[in-house]
């Protein structure tokens, strides 16, 4: 009985340590994905943004443009 107890130690230890294994590997890929599709989300949230930005500049100096060109003919 001992010997088939002591023989099983090492086998269930194996067994704890490669689950432990792969629940931090899995929570490392998790955590990896939740990352990138974070990254992800802000890199598009600041192209958005700089798209906005420059669509509201380049439509500020048109207008300004116009308005200095009308300031002229009048």
Not at 26 to 33: D, L, N, P, Q, R
Not at 54 to 68: D, E, K, L, N, Q
């Amino acid at each position: 009985m001992v010997v088939v107890f002591a023989g099983a130690l090492p086998t269930v230890a194996a067994l704890f340590a490669g689950a432990f294994v792969a629940t931090v590997f899995s929570e490392a890929v998790v955590f990896g994905a939740v990352a990138f599709f974070a990254a992800a989300f802000l890199t598009a949230t600041f192209f958005a943004a700089g798209a906005f930005l420059a669509t509201a500049f380049s439509t500020a100096v048109f207008f300004t443009a116009v308005f200095f060109a009308g300031a002229d003919f009048v």
